[in-house]
Nanobody, 131 residues
């Protein structure tokens, strides 16, 4: 089991930036073996993939809607991942969730984008972008 806590959300204007953080409890060694991801959800819609960070070398893949504006990263020494969001748009308004894959387990692909690949979720942090 692992618990995830997100922070850094808030209310900003279009064009502004925000940095989200997510900290995981538990073993640092186990954390290094987890694929980590960010998702987001707006009311009435399904949760949407945003970015995934590979275990190990930390390669990253993004949803087309955020490519070039968002940067995801991980800091294994601190059991943390981050999502730097630049040039925010009203369409980015959502609750953002941190998600963790199982430790010591290879995912189905290096950069899984499906919710089912992530058994552990944070409580979410609200990001609101006004026009």
């Amino acid at each position: 089991q692992v618990q995830l806590v997100e922070s850094g959300g808030g209310l900003v204007q279009a064009g502004d930036s925000l940095r989200l953080s997510c900290v995981a409890n538990g073993s640092k060694l186990a954390f290094t073996t987890r694929t980590m991801a960010w998702f987001r959800q707006t009311p009435g819609k399904e949760r949407e993939f945003v970015a995934v960070i590979e275990r190990g070398l930390g390669g990253v893949a993004y949803a087309d809607s955020v490519k070039g504006r968002f940067t995801a990263s991980r800091e294994d020494a601190a059991n943390m991942i981050y999502l730097q969001m630049n040039n925010l748009k009203p369409g980015d308004t959502a609750v953002y969730y941190c998600a963790a894959g199982s430790a010591w387990t290879l995912p189905s692909t290096l950069t899984p984008t499906g919710e089912s690949e992530y058994p552990f979720w944070g409580q979410g942090t609200q990001v609101t972008v006004s026009s």
